[in-house]
């Protein structure tokens, strides 16, 4: 669902419209982002697994964050240029994001 808004509200941005002012769409994908960054985070305290013993978490857990950085110079006030080079990047690590969470992995 994040996704999916995060792609609705790109689309605007992309054409150069702002996004119609329903205030969820804006508040509940970072909403979302922020949750899932917070439970890779709790679920590493909950069962004791350090980051730095397993490459693959703590690479997902910095993909977290870049993707929630670039989303924000995306979908913020900013050069229109950076803000779509910005925007298909976070999407590029939405995807390692996911392939890293599914195969546990870190490809570098």
Known sequence: ??????VWRGVWMWRGQPSP???WRRILPDSIDT???LSGVCMAVILDVNPLEHEWLLV???AVMAYIGLGM?????????WKKTSFVAALMI???ITTVAH???AWF
Request: glycine letters at 16%; aromatic letters at 10%.
């Open 1 to 6: 669902m994040a996704l999916g808004l995060f």
């Open 21 to 23: 002012g329903i205030v």
């Open 35 to 37: 949750l899932l960054l």
């Open 60 to 62: 997902k857990l910095l």
């Open 73 to 81: 110079m995306a979908l913020h006030p900013g050069g229109r240029h």
């Open 94 to 96: 939405f995807g390692y």
């Open 103 to 105: 195969s546990k992995q």
